[in-house]
């Protein structure tokens, strides 16, 4: 018994050795990716339920690794965050997507005005000068502030309190949108959401996904819908991958919906091909 605790202590520790090899390796690679045009934006529509009409993008980061392939944001981002190069990355994304956006509308102008909603880290909330970052790409693109969605986590309502909602209450009043994603996943008390200005709620794919299989899920999904209703602020329900859930959530009064039964995460070109066809669902 003592020879196969020892065997199987040395696979474990080979293992870890080539984990911790491996992520060096990756984030070594990551502090060149942004000059090597690896890292890109793809876009997820975002529809309103109500009309079938497509409302706006999420902006998802994405980095297409010359040797490994497309690396999934869950497995760069957090390097990103404890080497600080969020920092730059997400400059970047902010940028590109505001661009793209203000680019689309020219574009195509029968198509109503879009949101842009972007993924921001509790890292690079607490640290960099966003409020400075934001009033800049909004100048430089032009985008109107109110179509520019920021989406921020519960852990960040966590954090440091006065700081975070002088922040937030800033990006208010420049009338930029609050969005807080992942919602009913992470800790935050239902008693301290009205202390802070958001405007919509995400509702987290995991009760979305199983709504339609478990009744506590559709009553999470109800109640989270009526909790928002009493703080006045709008739900996107992630997620959404089946005809049953967008029923399902047309009858909760769900007003937006986004998922892969109306469009995967594209390309910026594909987004292109996609508003060439007048999408509606
Ligand atoms: P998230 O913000 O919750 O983004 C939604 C994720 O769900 C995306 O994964 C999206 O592709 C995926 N998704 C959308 N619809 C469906 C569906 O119907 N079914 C399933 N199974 N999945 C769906 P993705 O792009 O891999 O991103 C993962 C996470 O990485 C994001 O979760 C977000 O937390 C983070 N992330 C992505 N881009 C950025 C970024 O630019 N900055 C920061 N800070 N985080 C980012
Ligand atoms: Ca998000
Ligand atoms: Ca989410
Ligand atoms: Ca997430």
């Not at 984990?19 to 060149?32: K, T, Y």
């Amino acid at each position: 018994a003592k020879k196969m605790g020892r065997a199987r202590f040395e696979v474990f520790d080979k293992s870890l050795h080539l984990e911790v090899l491996s992520r060096l390796e990756l984030e070594h690679d990551l502090r060149l990716a942004l000059k090597q045009d690896e890292i890109d934006v793809h876009y997820q529509p975002i529809v309103d339920l109500r009309s079938g009409k497509l409302s706006g993008f999420e902006a998802l980061a994405r980095w297409h690794h010359p040797l490994r392939g497309l690396v999934p944001p869950d497995e760069f981002i957090p390097i990103a965050e404890e080497t600080g190069l969020i920092t730059p990355i997400s400059k970047f994304i902010l940028a590109r997507a505001c661009d793209d956006i203000v680019k689309w509308q020219k574009d195509f102008p029968e198509i109503g005005p879009l949101t842009i909603s972007v993924n921001l880290s509790t890292k690079q909330f607490l640290e960099g000068n966003l409020i400075e970052q934001v009033r800049h790409v909004l100048g430089e693109s032009g985008l109107p502030a109110e179509r520019l969605k920021l989406e921020i986590t519960e852990s960040l309502l966590m954090e440091e309190l006065d700081m975070v909602k002088l922040v937030l209450g800033q990006l208010r009043s420049m009338n930029v949108k609050l969005m807080l994603d992942d919602f009913g996943t992470g800790y935050s008390s239902l008693s301290y959401l009205h202390r802070f200005p958001l405007n919509t709620v995400k509702i987290d794919a995991s009760f979305v996904r199983n709504m339609h299989l478990a009744e506590e899920n559709l009553a999470i999904v109800r109640a989270i819908k009526m909790l928002a209703i009493a703080l006045n602020m709008e739900v996107v329900a992630e997620g959404i991958e089946t005809l049953e859930q967008v029923r399902q959530l047309r009858a909760l009064k769900c007003e937006y919906g986004q998922g892969y039964y109306f469009s995967k995460p594209k390309s910026g070109r594909e987004i292109e091909v996609l508003l060439n066809q007048s999408p509606g669902w």
